[in-house]
């Protein structure tokens, strides 16, 4: 069960050194920063981790930045591509609209899409499909013929994949299955921003980053090179171009520190007073199976037991950056690890 949980939550990707004093900020004790000082000898890449209880944040770093640049990377203000961990961002913005009273969970999405979205029995597909992989819908559209393949998701927009979805043929009624779908979560945000009436990057901003104090963080766009970003390597430590968005970005486009997904993990725990804690606890209640009877799925997250505690989970990974984020739902406890490279960060 602990394997399949580990790795359920897939990277976003089409594809697929010494340790720094560590940055606290309560008299929580470095636990871990012997292995982040390891895997970043091992990888030879820059590395950083938090971790989440009710006495604070700690914060470490490990590794190099860049094969150029031999200082580590600052775990309270260097940004990484956060990628799929996205995916749960979106779907609290999904369940703070639900508790708005916008729309139903059970509503069907194309209403707003201006096209018929429907099963293989030719039953409408439901926000709540879009939000637990369970629509159908194929991991990646067909048609997606990026211009610069290290860039995939930059110059697919609404026009390409209306195509796709008005040619798509199901093969199964809406909630049949688990199919992880960076598609599907592509086409939430992108419906959740025009049930809005505004961009899906501005909604996020305003609806949740904001409200939640995450100053840092920021939907990666074309054309917005954002200072602090980290370069981005692959698995052999070549740099690689970071990558932007268009109408996928609610699948995987936020950029930010780890000190912010830090702040993120205490909000979702209830560990910090916020708004959105209704819309977070509706993210982590269970609304539909997951690949297996172990791993039911939230909205966006993966959910799972682990030595009998409940655990939240999501990974992440792009061409240049990977990324892991574990909620202890019993103990209120969380870590994280990021790195700017495209290797496993999960264990």
């Known amino acids: 069960m602990q394997r399949r949980f580990f790795t359920q939550a897939t990277a976003l990707a089409m594809l697929p050194l010494g340790a720094h004093p560590v940055q606290a900020t309560s008299g929580l ?42 200082a580590e990377p600052d775990a309270g203000a260097d940004l990484f591509e956060i990628g799929s961990i996205t995916k ?35 039953q409408p597909l439901q926000w709540l499909d879009l939000a637990t992989h369970r629509s159908g819908l194929p991991r990646l559209a067909s048609n997606m013929q990026p211009r610069l393949a290290a860039d995939p998701y930059a110059d697919y927009g609404w026009t390409q994949r209306k ?26 945000g992108h419906a959740l921003g025009l049930h809005a009436g ?12 904001q409200p939640l104090g995450l100053g840092d963080m920021r939907v990666a766009v074309p054309g917005d090179g954002p200072a602090g970003l980290l370069p981005g390597h692959d698995a052999n430590g070549q740099a690689v171009p970071r990558w932007t968005f268009d109408t996928m970005a609610g699948g995987g ?6 000190r912010s997904l830090a702040r993120y993990a205490q909000a979702a725990l209830g560990l910090i007073d916020t708004p959105l804690a209704p819309a977070f606890e509706l993210t982590l209640r269970r609304h539909a199976d997951g690949s297996g009877p ?24 792009t061409y240049g950056f990977s990324s892991s984020l574990f909620l202890d ?11 700017n490279a495209f290797v496993p960060v999960t264990d």
């Open 29 to 70: 004790p470095a636990v871990g920063a012997g292995a982040l000082r390891e895997r970043a000898r091992q990888e030879g890449r820059g590395f950083v981790a938090a971790q989440v209880s009710a006495q604070g944040v700690q914060l470490t770093s490990a590794g190099q930045r860049s094969a150029s640049d031999a």
């Open 88 to 122: 749960t961002f979106t779907a609290l913005l999904l369940a703070q609209a639900v508790l708005r009273k916008d729309f139903a969970l059970t509503d069907p999405v194309e209403s707003v899409l201006g096209l018929r979205l429907r099963d293989s029995q030719g």
């Open 163 to 188: 195509a796709f979805l008005e040619t798509w043929q199901p093969q199964v009624p809406r909630q049949a299955r688990w199919e992880y779908s960076n598609l599907g979560f592509g086409l939430l």
């Open 198 to 209: 505004k961009p899906f990057a501005a909604l996020l901003h305003e609806r949740v980053l």
């Open 253 to 258: 486009a936020l950029i930010g520190s780890a």
């Open 294 to 317: 172990a791993n039911p799925m939230g909205l966006g997250w993966i959910l799972g037991r682990l030595n009998g505690r409940r655990i939240a989970n999501h990974d992440g990974g």
């Open 329 to 339: 739902l019993d103990q209120q406890r969380a870590s994280l690890v990021l790195a």
